[in-house]
Structures are given as C-alpha cells and as structure tokens.
C-alpha cells in the first residue's frame, strides 16, 4: 500500500544576514503546512519531517532530503515544502542562460565574505530525478523569491541579495551530472515568478506574520474537498492572493495538474472528453447564448472576431444570455492537447445568470486567463487550435461530469474555436 512522505522546512532566522533580511511568518508557514497534511490529507506524523530555524542548515537539509529519498516506494507520495528566503547564485555548472542558478537559502548561509551555503536548483533537480525514479508523484512547494522588489513599505520580502562572487570563490558544485531518462514531471508551485518579490502578510491582513502565498495555498489546501484538482486549488490561492499582493503571480507546473490533490492518480486522457464536449455544443444552441471573446495587450482589450492569441497574452470572454429563465452557466477551455479545464466557476454552486444579464470571465485582476502553451505540446509546434466551450443548464452540475463531457442533459452548449501560438 503506498504511503505519504513529507519534509516541510521553515524559517525566519538569518545569522549571517542583516536585520533587514530576518522573516516573521517562515516558520509558522511550515508548521501550518504541516497540520494541514497530517489533519486534511492523511499524512501520518511520522511522516512528515520538520526542519525549523536552526535546525535547517544546509547539511541538515541534505540529509533529510536524502532520508525522505530513502523512504520513498513505488507509487508514494512525496511533498517537499520550503518556506524562507531564497537567492541567486553565479552557475558553476554551465546550464543557466543567464549564468546564474536560483538558491534556497539554509539558515546555516551567508553571502559577502562569508562562506555561501545555499542549495541550488540543480541540487534540488537531481534529487528529485532520484525520487521520480520510483514514483511519480512528487511535489515542490516553495515560498521564497529570486527577484523583484517590495510592493510595500514594511513587507517583508522572501529574498536575500544575490551571492554575485567569482565562481572560484565559491564551495565547488556538489552536482554530479548524469544522464536521466525523461519521464514524470514533479509538480511544482511557486510563490513568484523570476522578477517578482515573495512577500509577508503583516498580523493585520493575516492575523499573524504569513507567506502570502503560503497562507492562500494552505488555505486553498484545507479546504480541498476529495475531488478538487491541483489546478483548481492554485487557482483558488491565487485569486485570494491577488486581493492582497497584485503584483505577485504564483507558478504552477508538471504532471497530474487535473488529478484531485493527493490522489495518486495521473492526469487522464482527455481527448474523448473534449471531442464529446464539442459533440455536444455542435447541437443547436436553444438557450439564445452569445460568446465574444476580447484579447488584453498594454491594459486594452480588443474584441476578437478571429480569435488569435500569442502566449501569455490575457483572455476576457463575456457570454450574452437571452433565455427567458435564470440559467447557470459552465466555461470549459478545450486546450491545444484535448485537456478539458474548467474556466468558470472556480466553485460549486455559483449564483445562476438572469435573462439579459452578461457573464464576464477574466476581466477581474484575480480572475485573469493568462493563455500560455501547454507542457506537453511538442517543441516543433509553434501552437494550435484549442475551444472555449460554454454550457447552460437550468439546474447545477458537478464538475467531474463537466470534465469527462458527459452528456448531461444541458439546455445548449456553444463553442468558439482559438488559435494561440508562440509569437
């Protein structure tokens, strides 16, 4: 029987920085992460390994990643979660476009003229690659920052300054390169991108000092019920998040996004699903719906006739309804790849739409549809066609049923095909 491993790691005291650079909420982050996985999602105390303050040197760390390495049997769980700074580092492997790895930053570390213990991404990348080698379900949670700058005076950020010494004043790289097979990708998510700052809630937005992001996301987490998805409890997060810190975009990426959280499973085919869905919004659309789609460049959006997107452009749909009842309405996005994800709503039992109402998706800050290439599309595709498809129904459906597009007796479904390409 599989089991469930863990290694949360937190915190907030620096010796070898300044004042300035010394967090608040690191550690209680962790020790949240920690309830919430023994107490929501049947991990067993014993299994989860904790690493606070002084505790979480760099060899400590080492060690405990290679512990939970060794624990770990085919198709367990796997969690590793990092609340505290994080930094940059000038790339002593030669693998960085930009000639610099990111850090997680031990509590054991320093920069200037002191010793530079942090952990780079290429340590935590091959570890991983031993972990995916005997299950493939792996997931990095990591609330720190490499960039950006603070949004407001008096939050703190999760950033120390780049270490930007010569590479021979620096410990020589623990990495071993060796050649790994590709296969499953963990699941990652970050609280920032690149150029963006972490930042901490004060007590006063968040009751005590927190992660911004780990304060959502845990939340997001608790709240799970058995059948929310990776993707939808992100969304969930960063919607919240953005309330507070507009500036700050969480990242979330690899396999099983579209599996319920801790399931085990892997992400399905989603290829029938899709062409059922398209099935039925093929048939006549007796509920008066209209759907027009707007692309968002420099903060203007333009209405689409001939919906043509480039990566990471921002997406608005407004759905018109004329039927003479209330409806609810459903948007599905059927991606390059035949993924069905589902748009709107991002909960259960959302209020149904009036006659002569419009339904807008997107145009809120928290609501944003980035569009971006999935994952898995092959790199010699410069894009695809995809499908925003949305359903009306008199009465609530449930998401899993959306998702395998089964037909669900709805009034009409309509589709309006896309095409997003790389540039």
């Not at 971006?372 to 790199?379: N, S, T, Y």
């Amino acid at each position: 029987m599989s089991r469930r491993h863990a290694l949360v790691i937190g915190i907030d005291t620096y010796p070898g920085f300044g004042p300035e650079s010394q967090l608040a909420g690191a550690v209680r982050d962790a020790e949240t992460m920690a309830a919430v996985l023994t107490e929501r999602h049947g991990f067993a105390p014993g299994d989860v390994l904790r690493l606070f303050e002084t505790e979480a040197t760099r060899g400590a760390i080492l060690e405990a990643l290679e512990e939970l390495r060794r624990r770990v049997s085919d198709d367990d769980q796997v969690v590793l979660f990092f609340s505290g700074h994080g930094s940059q580092m000038p790339d002593r492997e030669g693998d960085e476009g930009d000639g610099l790895d990111e850090t997680l930053v031990p509590c054991d570390s320093s920069h200037a003229e002191a010793e530079n213990r942090d952990i780079t991404d290429d340590e935590i990348n091959h570890w991983a690659a031993s972990v995916l080698e005997v299950t493939p379900h792996l997931t990095l949670i990591f609330d720190c920052c490499h960039g950006g700058t603070l949004q407001r005076p008096g939050w703190r950020i999760r950033r120390v300054p780049a270490d930007l010494r010569p590479v021979e004043l620096l410990p020589p790289s623990p990495v071993i390169w060796r050649d790994v097979d590709p296969g499953p990708r963990p699941l990652v998510a970050t609280a920032c991108r690149d150029d963006e700052a972490a930042v901490e809630l004060p007590p006063s937005v968040a009751g005590a000092d927190r992660g911004a992001f780990s304060f959502h996301f845990i939340e997001a987490l608790r709240r799970a019920g058995k059948r929310a998805t990776w993707r939808k409890v992100f969304a969930r997060a960063t919607r919240a998040l953005a309330v507070h810190c507009p500036d700050q975009h969480p990242q979330l990426s690899g396999d099983g996004l579209d599996v319920p959280v801790f399931s085990g499973g892997r992400t399905a085919d989603r290829g029938q699903a899709g062409r059922r869905l398209l099935d039925l919004a093929a048939r006549p659309n007796r509920a008066g719906l209209v759907m027009e789609l707007y692309r968002s460049r420099g903060g203007a959006w333009m209405r689409q006739a001939e919906p043509s997107f480039v990566e990471g452009d921002r997406l608005r749909v407004d759905l018109h309804h004329e039927h003479e009842r209330e409806v609810f309405v459903y948007l599905l996005d059927v991606g390059l790849t035949g993924t069905v994800t589902l748009l709107f709503p991002d909960l259960e039992g959302h209020e149904p739409l009036e006659p002569g109402l419009t339904l807008t998706v997107g145009e809120r800050r928290g609501d944003a549809l980035e569009l971006f290439l999935p994952h898995d599309l092959p790199p010699h595709r410069p894009g695809g066609v995809g499908h925003l498809i949305a359903i009306v129904s008199e009465n609530r459906r449930s998401t899993p049923r959306l998702l395998s597009g089964s037909d669900i007796g709805v009034l009409a479904a309509i589709a309006r095909p896309y095409r997003l390409s790389r540039d």
